[in-house]
């Protein structure tokens, strides 16, 4: 196949949500073998072809990753060595990298499309989303790079192209409201659960944390701030101008004397003194004939957001939710009182690699 029809590849951060995508890369090569694996680089090895010529071994990719001797590429490397390339490149960015992120104008505007689960490109200063949307392709610059992000939001879930699509077809946005963290449903459908009582706040905590729900230290989860950057990036496909998670009440699960604790270990050790505020707020709306969830929420009319703890009653779609389970309602003027409603497994590296691959192939029917 000459090389001007090939597509070019380069992955960044091949641990984790890298390794599935990867993983799913081999099979979507199969059926469009155009595709040529250039790049595959972590934070200490990276594998490059020296040229274009070849693509990297889809078999043995990962060994021959762990025994490179090639210099780590930087970004700035990376996107000089994907200019020379004879056809169309495609950047995978796996990373939650916020370095990586400042760079994604630059790939767009020598061509290079981007896809990527990276949530702070997109809700990180407004001044960034900005400069990303003028730096991808229009119709005023077709021979841009493409952008898709599905799954910075909801992971594999079709959150932000249902978003697009309501707008893109004149519907007015009234409302946007869910569960948008795996960790927190998964927190308080155990510790809340409408069956039975549950265990303690802390038990629930560590449990998550054993089950890998949470992150290395889980105040990282509890502190709502992936919540908020969610809602940061919904809100701005709504056309509202918000400028960060900072301009908008993000409720904290993180008890005021453990914020400054030395390490995830030591908050979990000393979490069971402040089980009694978690367990007065379960029993409160239990109290009420209710159930409490994490929740973010977004009034388009108002500009409004916020993030944190509200009670929902039994019946209702957010209190019945299970296991870690994501459920985003938007709430338009076409659905009226019936909201349009996407549920289902918002967090996981597979599932979260498969929204960065279906967004590879929405660019590969664009350039291919």
């Given at each position: 196949?000459?090389?001007?029809?090939?597509?070019?590849?380069?992955?960044?951060?091949?641990?984790?949500?890298?390794?599935?995508?990867?993983?799913?890369?081999?099979?979507?090569?199969?059926?469009?073998?155009?595709?040529?694996?250039?790049?595959?680089?972590?934070?200490?090895?990276?594998?490059?072809?020296?040229?274009?010529?070849?693509?990297?071994?889809?078999?043995?990719?990962?060994?021959?990753?762990?025994?490179?001797?090639?210099?780590?590429?930087?970004?700035?490397?990376?996107?000089?060595?994907?200019?020379?390339?004879?056809?169309?490149?495609?950047?995978?960015?796996n990373t939650s990298s916020q370095d990586v992120a400042q760079t994604y104008p630059l790939f767009l505007r020598k061509g290079i499309s981007v896809v990527t689960p990276n949530k702070k490109a997109f809700s990180d200063t407004l001044g960034l989303w900005?400069?990303?949307?003028?730096?991808?392709?229009?119709?005023?610059?077709?021979?841009?790079?493409?952008?898709?992000?599905?799954?910075?939001?909801?992971?594999?879930?079709?959150?932000?192209?249902?978003?697009?699509?309501?707008?893109?077809?004149?519907?007015?946005v009234v409302k946007i409201e869910g569960v948008f963290s795996g960790t927190m449903s998964f927190l308080f459908n155990s510790f809340a659960p409408l069956d039975g009582e549950g265990g303690t706040w802390s038990q629930e905590v560590q449990n998550a944390k054993e089950k890998g729900y949470t992150e290395p230290d889980p105040r990282d989860d509890l502190n709502g701030v992936d919540v908020a950057r969610k809602l940061v990036i919904l809100a701005r496909i709504a056309g509202l101008d918000i400028t960060g998670t900072a301009a908008f009440p993000v409720q904290s699960l993180i008890p005021g004397p453990l914020e400054q604790v030395a390490s995830g270990a030591d908050f979990l050790a000393r979490l069971p003194e402040f089980d009694a505020d978690m367990e007065s707020v379960?029993?409160?709306?239990?109290?009420?004939?209710?159930?409490?969830?994490?929740?973010?929420?977004?009034?388009?009319?108002?500009?409004?957001?916020?993030?944190?703890?509200?009670?929902?009653?039994?019946?209702?779609?957010?209190?019945?939710?299970?296991?870690?389970?994501?459920?985003?309602?938007f709430h338009t003027k076409r659905y009226g009182s019936n909201p349009l409603i996407i549920q289902g497994a918002g967090a996981g590296g597979a599932v979260t690699a498969m929204g960065v691959a279906a967004d590879l192939l929405k660019v590969l029917q664009s350039i291919a």
């Open positions: 196949m000459p090389s001007s029809k090939r597509v070019y590849v380069a992955v960044i951060g091949a641990g984790g949500v890298g390794q599935h995508f990867l993983s799913q890369f081999i099979h979507i090569a199969k059926r469009h073998p155009y595709l040529t694996l250039t790049v595959i680089s972590r934070t200490s090895k990276c594998l490059f072809t020296e040229d274009f010529t070849h693509s990297l071994s889809f078999n043995t990719w990962s060994s021959d990753l762990a025994t490179s001797n090639q210099p780590v590429l930087t970004t700035h490397e990376i996107l000089a060595y994907l200019s020379n390339a004879p056809g169309k490149c495609v950047l995978v960015d900005r400069d990303i949307l003028s730096a991808a392709h229009s119709a005023e610059h077709p021979d841009r790079g493409f952008i898709y992000h599905e799954s910075s939001v909801g992971a594999g879930l079709p959150v932000i192209s249902t978003l697009k699509d309501l707008i893109d077809t004149g519907d007015q379960k029993h409160e709306a239990r109290d009420q004939g209710k159930a409490v969830r994490y929740v973010g929420s977004i009034d388009v009319a108002k500009g409004e957001l916020k993030v944190g703890l509200e009670k929902f009653d039994r019946e209702h779609p957010i209190a019945a939710l299970k296991g870690s389970d994501n459920i985003i309602a």
